[in-house]
């Protein structure tokens, strides 16, 4: 018998699939996730399963029931399927051997499900369910349903021999930690201090993808603490062990790691904002000053911008995701000037150089206030709606998400006659910097800058404006 809350995944899907491999005499289980979650109340969308079958006779068997065949996984022994719009792969028994040193398993084909589930990473991920059976039934030979209701993660082997096989599994073991809110057996963390220096082995690029499980996980701040008092994060992370500064009560600076750790709480499950409030204040301990009774960091959110786009770099993370939480890290201290009194201009230069980042830099801005002082916090956060007022007020009278001056650069060139080249740039940065300064205005009064600045420079005067643009005066036109 199994568990009530199991049932359902001896149906549909599962139970066809079943169905096939049993009529071909094979054997078949669920496995990994999809059980563990179930176990846990927790729904599963794709499933992946162990057989006794060989790839060469499962292709045959589901050839014509599956939407979608791929065998791009055959040599380790995987054929992966789409039924429905459901995703399966379908995974020999194996007994997978790591040569010392090795990034990669050597794959070998198993005889039972056990050694299959000997193999895996945590014993709550070696638990599997016989499907198609006449009694369907769980197989458990690690305790793994124990080591779920105790909110336990373990190896199934000793976890040395776990993690030298495959070290990954050591940051593994703390992105569990975060998304299940279980807690590492002690050994296990033991082991990975012994072993932090094996991660070396590891790509980073999978590295970089459990990290990133990590950090958008429901509760990452106890795990990321656990993976700096492991030693851990000096292996791919180095630069988050240096904001553990000893705090200082007479220099009155707060202990930055606790504070960067306090801010990523408070952000939404999104990993750009999440990488950007880890990495905020990255750039802190290099420009710790002391200054009398004072203690200051100047220019940290420049440094932390370099910091931070050099190690999601290293992480292999995409340009675009380096680039955006760089940026939040550059901009993260200009939202807290605000309350120095801003003009239009500020705002809209604000926002411009915001860009697409604008919520989320808005958002980073308040999570930022970690401060005990319950008046300072709210005055803080008073100054920052009235920010966020400010942005709409201006948005509701013009075009502020796009904010361009009202002549592009071929217009440019051919009223001043100009060649391509770093004058056409220094013009149109003159126009933008007018926009941004006075708020819109339109095409004539462009071309009556660009005809002052081409005299003061003593190019040749260029006249009026085009006859298309010379009765045009609504800002902002064409």
């Not at 950090?215 to 553990?244: Q, T, Y």
Request: charged share 30%.
């Amino acid at each position: 018998m199994i568990p009530d809350r199991l049932n359902w995944l001896d149906r549909g899907i599962n139970r066809r699939l079943a169905e096939i491999l049993n009529r071909a005499g094979f054997e078949v289980y669920l496995v990994g996730g999809s059980v563990r979650d179930a176990l846990l109340g927790r729904e599963a969308s794709d499933f992946d399963y162990a057989t006794n079958a060989r790839p060469d006779q499962m292709k045959p068997l589901f050839r014509d029931w599956a939407d979608h065949l791929f065998t791009t996984g055959e040599r380790f022994g995987t054929i992966g399927l789409i039924k429905e719009g459901t995703e399966c792969q379908i995974t020999t028994f194996r007994a997978e051997i790591y040569e010392p040193e090795s990034r990669h398993p050597s794959v070998t084909f198993g005889d039972s499900i056990e050694s299959d589930l000997e193999r895996r990473d945590f014993t709550i991920n070696a638990i599997a369910l016989r499907l198609g059976h006449e009694t369907p039934h769980l197989v458990d030979p690690f305790n793994g349903v124990a080591d779920l209701a105790a909110g336990v993660i373990k190896t199934p082997a000793g976890p040395d021999l776990s993690f030298s096989d495959d070290p990954l599994r050591m940051v593994r073991l703390f992105r569990f930690m975060a998304e299940l809110g279980f807690r590492p057996a002690k050994a296990e963390l033991e082991a990975v201090t012994r072993l932090k220096k094996r991660l070396g082995t590891i790509s980073q690029e999978r590295i970089r993808d459990e990290f990133s499980k990590l950090v958008v996980a429901e509760n990452p701040v106890p795990a990321l603490l656990a993976v700096i008092e492991s030693g851990l994060s000096a292996e791919f992370i180095p630069e988050i062990d240096g904001l553990a500064m000893i705090e200082d009560p007479f220099h009155r600076h707060k202990d930055v790691l606790a504070h960067s750790l306090a801010v990523l709480a408070k952000t939404e499950p999104d990993l750009v904002l999440r990488l950007a409030a880890l990495f905020h204040d990255v750039g802190k301990p290099a420009t710790r000053r002391f200054e009398g009774s004072k203690v200051t960091f100047y220019h940290h959110e420049v440094i932390g911008a370099r910091m931070t786009r050099r190690r999601l770099k290293k992480l292999r993370y995409p340009k675009k995701i380096v680039n955006d939480v760089a940026e939040l890290v550059f901009l993260h201290m200009r939202a807290h000037t605000f309350k120095m009194g801003w003009t239009d201009s500020a705002v809209r230069r604000y926002v411009r150089d915001a860009g697409h980042l604008l919520n989320r830099l808005n958002q980073l801005a308040r999570c930022d206030v970690t401060t005990r002082n319950d008046q300072r916090a709210r005055r803080i956060q008073r100054h920052l709606d009235e920010l966020e007022e400010r942005i709409e007020a201006l948005r509701a009278q013009e075009e502020l998400d796009a904010i361009r001056p009202p002549l592009n650069g071929n217009e440019v060139m051919d009223y001043l006659n100009l060649d391509p080249g770093p004058m056409v740039g220094t013009v149109l940065k003159m126009l933008l910097d007018r926009r941004i300064e006075q708020g819109p205005f339109n095409r004539v009064e462009a071309y009556s800058d660009l005809r002052d600045w081409a005299i003061a420079q003593g190019l040749p005067d260029p006249g009026d404006p085009p006859p298309e643009d010379a009765e045009t005066a609504g800002p902002e036109n064409g």
